[in-house]
Structures are given as structure tokens and as C-alpha cells.
């Protein structure tokens, strides 16, 4: 998160204006402060652009024979749209197979949370989930679904609130073998969705 008290300030000010744009006082008392909160707000639902998966990952890369599937299941994340900045939100379930390495289990929520973190689309955080996964331990293969809710689909257009929209992304053995995929597949859809 920046710290930059001008760049805050002028985030304060657009939001002042957005609020007076709209047709609200930005001087009543329930929102004197509500342009510094917003801004808080902005800077914490964004984190992801000051993380990255190496710093996340740390030392948590560890030499393991292991061969079978790890998935860690029901990763809760939460987002914003690129599209109307409104927040998106569901689970993450991500699978890899090793190849000599494993990663500490809690990594995985982590990975998803560095680019959950950040302006979305769904399509493309399924994607940079999967990819940083394959970087960090060159595994056999990866597995990653995605089941969220968007605000910009239940808020406002369609408005469609019990509409969910499901992304994979398969690599490796997970792409390339049938068995595996529908094994993963399989335990990904297995629980509860939202």
C-alpha cells in the first residue's frame, strides 16, 4: 500500500468531487470523512499490486517426492471488476501434482490473494493463479477453478443475484490427461459452491 500522503489527497479530492457529481454533499456529517475512508478503503481492497508471489512464497518451497495430487479447496477471495469496480467474490480451489517440490499449504491462498488483490477479471486471475503456481515449483501439472459472484451482474445490468460464474485453468498433466483432469474436476465441484 502507498503511504504517499499527496497521492492520498488527491484520491481524497476525486472522491469529494465523484460525491458532489452524484448530487451528495461531500460536507454533511456523514460523509466529511468519507473520502479519506474510500481511499483507505481503495488502497487495502488493492494490495495486490505491492505483493508478488516471490515475496509470498518466501523459503516455503520444500524438496518432496510426493507425486500425487494437493489441492487446497474453498480459498475465499474477493476482488474488484475492472470493468465498474465492484466487488466479485467466491472460492478458489487450486490442485498441483509435484515434481520434486511442494509448497508450505498456506502459499496457496497467498498466490491467490496477490492478484485477487488488484483490478480483475475473473478469466484472468484463474489464469495468473494457475501460471504463478507452474513458475514458482515446475510441477507436473496445475488445476485451478474459480467460482465467483459479481456485484456488477447482481447490483446493476442484468441483475441476476444467484448467477455464479466458474473459470478453470489446466496445466500440464491437468490439460493433458483425461483421468487427472476429471480427478481434479471432480474434487473441485465436490463441496458447497455460493
Known amino acids: ?80 471488476c475492472e470493468h465498474h469496480m465492484l466487488p466479485f467474490f467466491g472460492r478458489a480451489h487450486v490442485a498441483y501434482i509435484p515434481d520434486g517440490k511442494i509448497v508450505g499449504l498456506s502459499k496457496l491462498p497467498r498466490i491467490v490473494d496477490v492478484f485477487a488483490r488488484r483490478l480483475q477479471v475473473q478469466e484472468r486471475l484463474t489464469d495468473q493463479v494457475a501460471d504463478a503456481v507452474m513458475d514458482v515449483l515446475q510441477p507436473q501439472g496445475v488445476g485451478v477453478v474459480i467460482e465467483a459472484a459479481h456485484f456488477c451482474m447482481m447490483m446493476r445490468g442484468v441483475e441476476k443475484q444467484n448467477s455464479r460464474t466458474v473459470t478453470s485453468a489446466l496445466r500440464g498433466v491437468f490439460r493433458d490427461d483425461p483421468k487427472t483432469r476429471d480427478e481434479f474436476l471432480r474434487l473441485a465441484h465436490g463441496g458447497n459452491s455460493y
Open 1 to 80: 500500500m502507498r503511504s504517499d500522503p499527496a497521492a492520498a489527497l488527491r484520491l481524497g479530492d476525486e472522491i469529494r468531487t465523484i460525491l458532489d457529481e452524484i448530487g451528495e454533499d461531500p460536507d454533511r456529517e456523514g460523509l466529511r470523512r468519507t473520502p479519506e475512508r474510500v481511499e483507505t478503503s481503495l488502497r487495502w481492497l488493492t494490495r495486490g499490486y505491492g505483493l508478488s508471489v516471490k515475496d509470498v512464497v518466501g523459503s516455503a518451497v520444500f524438496e518432496e517426492s510426493h507425486q500425487s495430487m494437493i489441492m487446497v479447496r474453498d480459498i475465499d477471495l474477493y476482488s474488484l
